[in-house]
């Protein structure tokens, strides 16, 4: 059964840094693209950084580019995130799953509709 475990949010000042890990199972995590995802407050979920299968090619949204990074360890099953400079904006539930590959246009997309229950970050001003 495909289970997604996301973990390390938190209440975080403006220019501060946050890592997020998520834990897969139930599935081989090594065949797969993986990303995380977000979703602000009344917005709609978006995609915000993609790591290939290899791990050696990554895509992320505009956003987040030069201050977000995404990596993965098929060993431990594990993705992660380290965010740094965060900013009010990035408040959000963040989630990661499965992403297309690769990435249609600018977008992020999930490959299939399967999430945890997701990790929420919050940034003071």
């Known amino acids: 059964q495909w289970q997604l475990v996301e973990s390390g949010g938190g209440l975080v000042q403006t220019g501060g840094s946050l890592t997020l890990s998520c834990a897969t199972s139930g599935f081989t995590q090594a065949n797969y693209a993986m990303g995380w995802f977000r979703q602000a407050p009344g917005k709609e979920r978006e995609g915000i950084a993609c790591?290939?299968?290899?791990?050696?090619?990554?895509v992320y949204v505009d956003s987040v580019k030069g201050r977000f990074t995404i990596s993965r360890d098929n060993a431990v099953n594990t993705i992660y995130l380290r965010m740094n400079n965060l900013k009010p904006e990035d408040t959000a539930d963040y989630y990661c799953?499965?992403?297309?590959?690769?990435?249609?246009?600018?977008?992020?997309?999930?490959?299939?509709?399967?999430w945890g229950k997701g990790t929420r970050v919050t940034v003071s001003a």
């Open positions: 799953t499965a992403c297309e590959w690769p990435p249609s246009g600018s977008r992020i997309l999930p490959l299939m509709d399967r």
């Open positions: 790591v290939s299968i290899s791990g050696v090619n990554i």
